[in-house]
């Protein structure tokens, strides 16, 4: 899959919008006073109990905890400092060390005042908006919107923030303009979506502002704690029977976007490719020729009703993606629904033979979506229970009667799944020992172990992850890296190397009849065998390719309060030392030879470079000539690459039975150097 680059011609909505909301606290049309509720006290006092007796991170909740939740609130309402003034910041800064002791008494006061401020200064900007439109834009001054958020200062005047805002609704008009809108439909689609914005955000009720203020709680612990108000786990369940029929995606509400939480395996999203985890959906057409609706502001059960549909039918997204910087273009994504089962889930084979020096290669490719079991069925002691590991090890058996030569195991997207299944499948392919070790927040570790002694694959073995690939994903590659039975290559993975449980915290009153929310809650950690952990850095790849997602921007390590990297004693196992040092430089070498004769890989290469560039970039031109001439360009490159690829013919020195192989090497070059770096350890295998 190349990596397509889209020029900065957008400021993403986030830099205006990250704040109006998708829920109701409206009387009709009237606004109505924002004040905790009388369950809240309740929650605040169950939610700080839980943190402190149970998760994973011992802190005091202290003066210098209050900060950090003070500073976490005030971002998640103004990420952008694009409502509150240095006023205001003035005005707020007597709470900052006395967060702490209102959360121990259940007082949530501080949290309502600060929003119902925020709403007031959001409802003035969005006035504002309309005398923007009004007065229109002259797209030949040479003027930059500054992107460095960490650069930019709270306005301290009206005049200083109106200019902030004008500059951000021309490049959104100037977007539109180079996407073929006139003026009049410019200025329509615009107003159209402020005054969704304006309804939205008169629509938070007190759940809605005690759910933003207990995550900024609760964020300070690490990012996969959160607290779920009770209607965003209804909503939650909403985003799961989506699932089912649909795209394929989970979806949740991030203040007014909605945000793709899991690319479900095997459904229409996980096979395009193209939409991930934290991308933002700010638009939804039906079929090939209707008109986009812009969602964003929209509650979420709403969007999901647009998204759903029919099997066989198409649907249409505008996504902003989570990689791409803040100038991206939305991308346009099309995507035709389907009903998604356990089948399409399961791992699945190819072979693809590959031409190596002198020789053709038999190599079997294991692309396994997710660590997948069926619960319900092992829990009712069904014989053949469908599992992750019964499906790769009936893979291998039929990879070996077809005796291919190497196996490759493509772990990019997977996202993880059952630990059970991690461990059993890495049994497959060592002897008996340990897997993975879990250290509970007792500090007690609990080391989790295969226990079968059979091997069902002994031959060349290559791992290939990506920044997508985490969890059991990161359990599995690190186990076949440390007992050194197989070669991991593609990028450095995700890095999430903690355990989580949800609670029902009506549980904990079960005679109260308030609707309370839930607490997932970061109980344990993940280390390899070797002792790391692969929380934070992931999993580092033996090969490492060129990759466009940098760990400070896509990864654990890159989400603000993250649990650290940190190592405990190695638990005692036996590597198979099938990978030695020095067949690891020789793989480099080849590798490296690679990069500067695979047109596939140099374009890789070059599409990284620029996306890398383009994100270090801090500011955005508003000058219609010079944002069209960087979107031209962008299309000269790409069509470039089009006709020398026609014009080519057959790629590489690959040797398949039929051209759909060629062709998905030569638009997966990770796929295609993993299988040639195989290749080459089965050549030396065989020495």
């Known amino acids: 899959m190349k990596l397509r680059i889209n020029r900065r011609n957008l400021v993403l909505c986030l830099l205006v919008f990250q704040v109006f909301a998708s829920q109701a606290f409206t009387a009709g049309d009237s606004v109505i006073t924002l004040e905790p509720a009388a369950k809240h006290w309740k929650e605040t006092y169950l939610i700080n109990n839980l943190l402190n007796k149970n998760h994973y991170r011992k802190q005091e909740l202290n003066d210098s905890l209050?900060?950090?939740?003070?500073?976490?609130?005030?971002?998640?309402?103004?990420?952008?400092?694009?409502?509150?003034?240095?006023?205001?910041?003035?005005?707020?800064?007597?709470?900052?060390?006395?967060?702490?002791?209102?959360?121990?008494?259940?007082?949530?006061?501080?949290?309502?005042?600060?929003?119902?401020?925020?709403?007031e200064r959001a409802n003035t900007r969005i006035d504002y908006v309309s005398d923007i439109l009004d007065e229109g834009f002259d797209y030949t001054i040479d003027e930059e919107l500054n992107l460095d958020e960490k650069e930019v200062k709270w306005a301290s005047t009206n005049d200083e923030i109106n200019d902030r805002w004008r500059k951000i609704i021309k490049s959104q008009a100037l977007s539109l303009k180079l996407a073929g809108k006139t003026d009049d439909e410019i200025k329509d689609s615009l107003t159209k979506r402020y005054l969704r914005y304006r309804k939205g955000i008169n629509q938070y009720n007190s759940d809605d502002v005690f759910q933003f203020y207990m995550n900024a709680y609760t964020s300070s612990y690490d990012p996969h704690t959160n607290y779920f108000s009770p209607i965003s786990s209804e909503n939650f369940n909403i985003s799961m029977s989506l699932s089912l029929e649909g795209i394929g995606a989970r979806l949740t509400q991030s203040m007014d976007y909605t945000v793709v939480n899991e690319v479900v395996a095997g459904g229409p999203a996980y096979k395009s490719k193209l939409l991930h985890k934290d991308d933002k959906i700010i638009g939804v057409a039906q079929g090939d020729t209707e008109a986009f609706v812009d969602v964003i502001g929209w509650r979420l059960q709403d969007v999901v009703h647009l998204i759903r549909g029919k099997k066989g039918t198409v649907v249409r997204l505008q996504v902003l993606k989570f990689d791409e910087g803040t100038g991206a273009l939305p991308k346009e994504i099309r995507l035709v629904r389907d009903k998604i089962s356990l089948e399409e889930e399961s791992a699945k084979s190819e072979i693809i033979p590959i031409y190596n020096g002198k020789e053709t290669y038999k190599l079997g490719v294991i692309t396994l979506p997710s660590f997948y079991i069926n619960f319900e069925e092992a829990r009712e002691g069904v014989k053949d229970y469908k599992s992750t590991t019964r499906d790769v090890n009936n893979i291998i058996k039929d990879l070996?009667?077809?005796?291919?030569?190497?196996?490759?195991?493509?772990?990019?997207?997977?996202?993880?799944?059952?630990?059970?299944?991690?461990?059993?499948?890495?049994?497959?392919?060592?002897?008996?020992?340990?897997?993975?070790?879990?250290?509970?927040?007792?500090?007690?570790?609990?080391?989790?172990?295969?226990?079968?002694?059979?091997?069902?694959?002994?031959?060349?073995?290559?791992?290939?992850?990506?920044?997508?690939?985490?969890?059991?994903?990161?359990?599995?590659?690190?186990?076949?890296?440390?007992?050194?039975?197989?070669?991991?290559?593609?990028?450095g993975s995700f890095g999430k190397g903690t355990v989580q449980n949800l609670i029902d915290l009506n549980r904990m009153f079960p005679n109260d009849e308030d609707q309370m929310g839930q607490l997932k809650l970061t109980l344990a950690k993940f280390y390899r065998v070797s002792g790391s952990s692969t929380q934070n850095i992931g999993v580092t790849p033996d090969i490492s390719f060129p990759s466009g997602f940098e760990a400070s921007e896509f990864g654990e390590s890159s989400r603000p309060n993250a649990l650290p990297w940190d190592r405990i004693t190695s638990s005692y196992y036996r590597p198979t030392n099938d990978i030695s040092p020095q067949l690891i430089k020789n793989l480099e070498m080849i590798y490296l030879n690679d990069l500067k004769t695979d047109r596939d890989l140099?374009?890789?290469?070059?599409?990284?470079?620029?996306?890398?560039?383009?994100?270090?970039?801090?500011?955005?031109?508003?000058?219609?000539?010079?944002?069209?001439?960087?979107?031209?360009?962008?299309?000269?490159?790409?069509?470039?690459?089009?006709?020398i690829s026609e014009s080519a013919g057959k790629v590489g020195q690959e040797v398949t039975t039929e051209e759909s192989q060629q062709k998905k090497l030569s638009d997966d070059p990770y796929l295609k150097e993993g299988l040639k770096l195989l290749a080459e350890l089965v050549k030396q295998d065989r020495k």
């Open 602 to 643: 140099q374009y890789l290469v070059e599409d990284v470079d620029l996306l890398k560039s383009q994100q270090d970039e801090n500011s955005l031109s508003l000058n219609y000539e010079k944002r069209k001439a960087e979107s031209d360009e962008d299309e000269k490159r790409l069509d470039g690459r089009k006709n």
């Open 66 to 119: 209050s900060s950090v939740i003070f500073h976490n609130y005030l971002e998640s309402l103004d990420f952008n400092k694009s409502y509150f003034l240095q006023a205001d910041l003035d005005y707020f800064g007597k709470y900052e060390f006395e967060l702490d002791d209102h959360i121990k008494r259940g007082n949530v006061d501080v949290a309502f005042q600060i929003f119902r401020i925020f709403r």
């Open 400 to 491: 070996q009667a077809n005796n291919v030569d190497g196996i490759l195991i493509d772990l990019r997207y997977n996202g993880g799944g059952s630990l059970k299944e991690a461990i059993d499948m890495t049994g497959l392919f060592i002897d008996e020992g340990p897997v993975v070790q879990v250290r509970n927040s007792d500090g007690s570790i609990e080391i989790k172990r295969d226990e079968d002694r059979q091997i069902q694959y002994t031959g060349p073995l290559a791992v290939m992850i990506n920044r997508f690939s985490a969890s059991a994903s990161e359990i599995f590659s690190g186990a076949i890296q440390d007992y050194k039975r197989g070669i991991i290559v593609g990028e």
